[in-house]
């Protein structure tokens, strides 16, 4: 079939609305690592982990908004606690890799871009941080 053969003149499409049967790997790892507050996670699984076929009772508003405004928000701040931790875990190793004249004495080894790497990584925990 041809794309010059498809009917692509479409007024509107239908979709089922996404069940989640359990929580997404990704909330389980984050809240598992303790990187998320338990609270998050809690909200999370009491909204039935943002389905939209479940729609708890305290999330639902006349248009609809309220609830896919919370779960956006909620995977938001889930992911801004993703990226600190990373940073953060990162620092150490770029710290380790700088140079220092102690390393060149002692003709150990170490990264030209370390400095840049864990300058650009600070730069952006401390002034893009959302939390």
Not at 9 to 21: G, H, R, T
Not at 58 to 87: C, H, Q, W
Not at 98 to 122: C, G, H, I, M
């Amino acid at each position: 079939m041809k794309l010059e053969d498809c009917i692509l003149d479409i007024d509107q499409v239908v979709v089922s609305q996404p069940e989640y049967l359990g929580p997404d790997k990704d909330w389980q790892d984050a809240n598992s690592r303790g990187v998320i507050p338990a609270n998050l996670y809690r909200l999370y699984c009491k909204a039935d982990y943002f389905s939209f076929g479940k729609l708890p009772s305290y999330l639902s508003d006349n248009e609809k908004l309220l609830f896919p405004f919370v779960e956006a928000m909620s995977r938001g701040i889930r992911d801004a606690f993703l990226e600190t931790e990373e940073l953060l875990s990162c620092l150490p190793e770029l710290q380790n890799q700088r140079y220092s004249p102690v390393k060149q004495a002692r003709a150990e080894s170490w990264s030209k871009n370390a400095d840049k790497d864990l300058t650009r990584s600070f730069k952006s925990l401390v002034l893009e941080s959302r939390l």
